[in-house]
């Protein structure tokens, strides 16, 4: 380990050592203040939404700008729940983000497994073939899907809702990379011991990944939670759409009120921020994380 | 390290990725394949009218200068967003892996926002940056002078859109760089201290290779966001305007197909994307994962 | 088994029964899929609701399915599922792709089938033929405005113009604009919303001049654009001239330069009649309409046309005895009350004479004077063969390329006479694809 020249074999004499617990200091409180700015810039644009959502019409388009919440909040609120219905929009989003991230993640784990501690014929195909899945946005074969959910006489239904979107790659190729970083040895000594493949990844690999669930979790929980275009296609009554639909439908074309909209924006992003939070220590570490 | 996959069985293995495949042809491949076809076909909206004209629709993408223009769009947008977005998650993820005071609480701060929809973001930076009526314009025209018109100037709304992109993809970038640099072992960066690099040598010869499996991953999902996931922020902010400014690859297959109903165009368009798409990943592996640590 | 109290039960029942005449007949539900948003879309479902408790027959679903072009792709995906529903909302731009697209049960045909004598004459001219074909109504006219201009009235007095005196020409609206910037009253002269649709469209109707050829394409699908001649160079050419200075500020597609009028930035709007409401409720200063100004002799001045969307009826539905239903409700729609009603809560005019007749007996127009400017300007002169509306195919992606093109003059980076030369051979083209779907 010593690709770096040796300058610090001569003994340090004093000065030297406070001028370094200085320096050290000083580059302590840069990286606060960084650090600082940095999330108030990061922060800004939501804190804006509330406040937007606090304020009457008048104040939302008057110049100079208002950076302080006002006292409509209440009103803005229940307006934005019973116009656009975001009770029930909200639970529905709740459950398709649940259901997404969970088949989600069995699926993408069944195949990562198989691709990294299998060899079949088709093993570099069907890696491609789910990749690929990434390429295509939903926009353009929109109406294609539609017709092969409503032949399936899944329209309007939570199956509908999810099962379609659960065809992605990003979890599949998280966990092929998980997987690769645990070592071989593992899976030998659990064939020396006589476990099947399904037992050694019951036993041995789902414990291992558990922080790794948890941070694919988050993160497909938000994609499920974000999906507007296909809920919004699929669903044909009001009882089964879901939160982000809420907040285009309060937009009203022809001049928007923006504080109702911006009150149901925020109630839209509160719940997957809270899984963020919820989740953070997991989320961070579990991401890419191996037992080594 | 490479790893060798150690269990035999026949039909075992095509069972566990049966789901998978089966949800992707079903719901991805099948239906694909149906709007694709369109590619070589110039169709009415409802289907009433449906005729085989070959390749004219790429002839005339490929002579259309809109579409270059379009390409060149992308080109910058696409790289404006991966690089910008990435390293300054690097940046803010290497402060906040520190040994200060109050991480935890920083590190929250910086990962909320990837909760944000897309379309929410959209509409946020529609607000913050209107050149009427926007916070973010009025205090830059104050500061600068400038008008920072993008409903006029083309430029200033490819920087706003590229902006507003790397503002939405920022949490989850911070999350995942902050995994891999808790992943470097602390004694392998003190052993450097010792040997007496400074803090850049650190980072550039332990910390940057060992990283390298994650800004592999991150290049590729930032690329594949970059270039089809951010049209919902352009949607909201730009519409792909002004004078088509801001019409990436990606939003113009949107436009055309999706609100303009051309699906003949349209699965032209998707045909040159996937393409596209396919290249980039195949490079991006090639030379990716050569490079990169396990 | 003679039970005295489960015969008192069973009489009880069939007692009931017999009060509730539509006893297990559930209505037939009739399915609307709409893209009004926000307060406009508690009044779509405010009319369904007094709909359904008119009568028993069949209950109205009224459901928000997306922005207006997400609307029609929802709606083509239904039908291509052999599932539509059975009324859609479409803008008006989509017309002649509902028109041809042989997915269609005219709204003619299907009032006539269900025995409803509609008197067709009654309907405000230029509302009525923007969706009619050959003489026929094709689709409900539903949401319908027409572009007029707000002033403000504050800003008016305060550069010691007449606030009672709006202008009527663009000569004047160049010279109160300068006054007004000069006296410091406001930032900004004027601004505009939907820019193809109040300075291209509206603007040449409004002129008396044709937007396409084959009387803007309602006699035939060989349609070319002809918003680059003289008159297109010069009113372009002065937007351009207007937007360098300063009078005219442009402020984006669609309805994003609302706030610019709203905060008092700019004191002349050309806006969407149907932009009252928010107006009236966002502004806080004194405010009033007028109608568009026009450039003077020697063009003439007739009716300016709509813009908004109508209702169309798909067929292939289902449930096939809901069309009965859906007759019954837009005859409902369009009577008088419903039509008042509908005006006074979201500002779209009424589309029937009878109903903007009743809104005058009512005092409502004597009222909301201002609200009285998108009817006389739509019912200024009868339509001419070039003010009827607008019917091109592929008018969206139309549309997008004019104001697109716009754009550019705007930034200054085209002339007026290169930009609309540019929108008119790219529009061209468009017309010709569409055309040669039909051939």
Not at chain 1, 31 to 54: C, E, K, R
Not at chain 1, 65 to 76: D, E, G, K, M, Q
Not at chain 1, 144 to 166: E, K
Not at chain 3, 200 to 226: K, S
Request: hydrophobic fraction near 50%; include cysteine.
């Amino acid at each position: 380990m010593s690709v770096f020249p040796r300058a610090a074999t001569r003994p340090m004499i004093q000065p030297r050592a406070a001028r370094a617990r200085l320096k050290q200091r000083l580059g302590r409180l840069a990286a606060h203040l960084l650090l600082l700015v940095s999330i108030g810039i990061i922060a800004f644009p939501v804190y804006y939404v509330f406040v937007l959502s606090t304020q009457s019409m008048e104040e939302v388009v008057v110049r100079p700008t208002i950076l302080r919440p006002s006292t409509h909040l209440v009103a803005n609120y229940i307006t934005a729940w019973s116009q656009a219905g975001m009770g029930r929009k909200l639970l529905n989003s709740l459950v398709v983000a649940i259901t997404v991230a969970v088949g989600k993640i069995v699926i993408s784990l069944l195949s990562a497994f198989a691709i990294v501690y299998f060899r079949f014929a088709l093993r570099k195909v069907v890696f491609w073939l789910i990749f690929i899945t990434l390429m295509l946005p939903v926009e353009v074969r929109i109406v294609a899907t539609y017709q092969v959910v409503s032949d399936l006489g899944w329209l309007n239904s939570y199956v509908g809702l999810t099962v379609p979107l659960m065809a992605s790659a990003t979890a599949t190729f998280l966990f092929r990379q998980f997987l690769q970083t645990v070592p071989g040895e593992l899976a030998e000594a659990a064939q020396l011991d006589g476990a099947g493949p399904m037992r050694f990844l019951w036993s041995i690999l789902l414990p291992l990944s558990w922080t790794n669930i948890a941070a694919l979790f988050v993160v497909l929980f938000v994609y499920g939670w974000n999906q507007y275009l296909w809920p919004l296609m699929i669903t044909h009554t009001e009882e089964m759409q879901v939160a982000v639909i809420g907040i285009k439908q309060l937009v009203n074309p022809e001049l928007p009120q923006w504080n109702i909209t911006m009150a149901a924006a925020m109630m839209t992003l509160l719940p997957p921020v809270l899984v963020i939070l919820v989740m953070q220590r997991w989320f961070v570490k579990g991401l890419i994380e191996s037992e080594k | 390290m490479v790893h060798r996959p150690v269990f035999r069985n026949r039909l075992l293995p095509y069972l566990l990725v049966l789901p998978q495949v089966a949800i992707s042809v079903i719901f991805f491949f099948w239906p694909a394949a149906a709007s694709l076809r369109y590619a070589v076909m110039r169709a009415s909206p409802f289907g009433d009218r449906l005729f085989y004209v070959g390749l004219a629709n790429f002839e005339r993408l490929f002579t259309s200068a809109q579409y270059h223009r379009s390409l060149v769009t992308t080109l910058v947008f696409s790289l404006g967003v991966t690089v910008l977005g990435m390293l300054i998650a690097l940046g803010l993820a290497v402060l906040a892996n520190q040994k200060i005071r109050g991480l935890p609480a920083y590190r929250t701060a910086l990962l909320w926002p990837y909760g944000i929809a897309p379309v929410v973001a959209g509409i946020i930076w529609l607000f913050l940056a209107h050149p009427a009526y926007g916070v973010l314009t009025y205090y830059l025209r104050a500061a600068t002078g400038l008008s920072f018109n993008w409903l006029v100037d083309g430029r200033i709304a490819l920087g706003l859109v590229i902006v507003a992109s790397v503002w939405a993809r920022l949490g989850y970038n911070i999350a995942f760089f902050l995994a891999g640099l808790q992943q470097i072992p602390q004694t392998l960066l003190e052993a450097a201290t010792v040997d007496g690099a400074s803090a850049l040598q650190r980072f550039w010869h332990v910390t940057r290779p060992l990283l390298s499996p994650i800004t592999l991953f991150l290049l590729v999902t930032n690329t594949t966001f970059s270039l089809f996931e951010t049209f919902g922020v352009i949607d909201a902010i730009t519409r792909g305007g002004p004078g088509g400014a801001t019409e990436t690859l990606v939003y113009k297959a949107y436009k055309d197909g999706f609100i303009a109903l051309d699906v003949g165009s349209s699965g032209a368009q998707s045909v040159v994307l996937m393409v596209l798409a396919i290249i980039l990943t195949a490079l991006q592996f090639r030379f990716g994962e050569r490079r990169v640590t396990y | 088994m003679w039970r005295p109290r489960s015969f008192l039960l069973a009489g009880l029942i069939l007692i009931l029964a017999s009060l509730q005449p539509a006893w297990g007949q559930a209505p037939v539900p009739v399915i609307f899929w709409h893209g009004m948003g926000g307060h406009l879309g508690t009044v779509v479902q405010a009319l369904v609701t007094q709909f359904n408790e008119s009568q028993s027959a069949y209950r109205v679903e009224a459901i928000y399915k997306g922005s207006y072009d997400e609307v029609v792709t929802a709606a083509i995906a239904a039908y291509r599922a052999q599932d539509p529903p059975h009324l859609v909302q479409v803008y008006e731009v989509g017309t002649q792709t509902m028109l041809m697209s042989g997915a269609i049960y005219p709204v003619y045909q299907l009032m006539s089938d269900h025995g409803y004598q509609v008197d067709w004459e009654s309907f405000v001219a230029p509302v009525l033929s923007y969706y009619s074909k050959d003489g026929n109504l094709y689709s409900m006219p539903f949401n319908s405005s027409t572009p007029i201009l707000y002033y403000n009235k504050d800003a008016f007095a305060q550069a010691g113009l007449d606030p009672e005196q709006p202008p009527a020409t663009w000569d004047e609206v160049e010279a109160f604009s300068r006054q007004i910037m000069e006296r410091d009253a406001a930032s900004c002269g004027f601004t505009i919303q939907w820019p193809s649709w109040t300075m291209i469209e509206n603007m040449r109707a409004w002129h008396g001049l044709p937007i396409a050829t084959q009387e803007n394409g309602f006699a035939g699908l060989d349609v070319e654009l002809l918003i680059n001649d003289e008159f297109g160079r010069m009113h372009v050419g002065k937007l351009a001239e207007w937007a360098k200075s300063g009078i005219f500020q442009y402020g984006g597609r669609g309805g994003s330069s609302d706030p610019l009028f709203l905060n008092g930035q700019c004191a002349i709007f050309i806006a969407s009649s149907a932009a009252m409401g928010t107006i009236r409720q966002a502004a806080s200063f004194n405010w009033a309409t007028a109608m568009l100004p026009h450039w003077g002799e020697p063009y003439e001045k007739v009716n300016s046309i709509i813009g908004g969307a109508s209702l169309w009826v798909l067929k292939g539905a289902r449930n096939p005895d809901a069309y009965a239903g859906v007759a019954a409700f837009l005859h409902f729609l369009t009577q008088p009350e419903q039509q008042a009603f509908w005006h006074k809560e979201t500002g779209y005019i009424a589309i029937s004479n009878p109903a903007n007749e009743l809104l005058e007996r009512e005092g409502h127009f004597e009222a909301n004077p201002d609200q009285r400017t998108a009817w006389a300007q739509l019912t200024y002169s009868p339509p001419t063969p070039h003010t009827r509306g607008l019917r091109l195919g592929n008018f969206i992606q139309i549309r997008d390329v004019i104001e697109e093109e716009l754009e550019n003059i705007f930034a200054g980076t085209k002339t007026a006479e290169q930009g609309l030369d540019d929108a008119v051979a790219r529009a061209n083209r468009l017309l010709r694809d569409f055309a040669d779907l039909y051939r």
